[in-house]
């Protein structure tokens, strides 16, 4: 399958749909060379050419599936944490679509929100994982 074959552009960002990486970024094996790539990577390169020296391709929409060329630009690495660290200040719910109000959100040190449903969730998992290897070990 071609690299269009396995975007999803019904929506505002364009998703890959193939194999993603442990990150959740866009997986590519590219057929001319055989080598994986993130597929960002691969959508700006084969239009722009190579990543300028020095810079990575960022994702204005902060989403690491999105494939689109106009959510996409090379940027020096200090400058895109800094932008997703504004972007992750400003969101109004989490990864779980909770939402961030007084009752359900903790901010770090660092000023970013941590939902307190999602934070307990992990907490009990844990838990849980703890108590089963403790009942393995007895």
Not at 26 to 32: D, E, S, Y
Request: net charge positive; charged share 35%.
């Amino acid at each position: 399958m071609a690299f269009d074959d396995h975007i999803d552009k019904s929506g505002d960002c364009w998703l890959w749909t193939a194999s993603l990486t442990a990150k959740g970024y866009g997986r590519f094996r590219n057929p001319k060379t055989g080598k994986s790539t993130k597929a960002h990577i691969y959508a700006w390169t084969r239009v722009n050419g190579p990543v300028p020296p020095g810079k990575e391709i960022a994702h204005s929409c902060h989403i690491r599936r999105c494939v689109k060329l106009e959510h996409l630009s090379p940027k020096f690495h200090r400058d895109n944490l800094n932008d997703r660290a504004i972007s992750l200040r400003n969101r109004t719910r989490c990864k779980r679509n909770h939402e961030f109000n007084s009752q359900n959100t903790y901010i770090t040190k660092l000023g970013y929100k941590q939902c307190i449903e999602c934070r307990d969730l992990l907490r009990r998992k844990r838990d849980e994982r703890r108590r089963k290897k403790q009942q393995q070990m007895s």
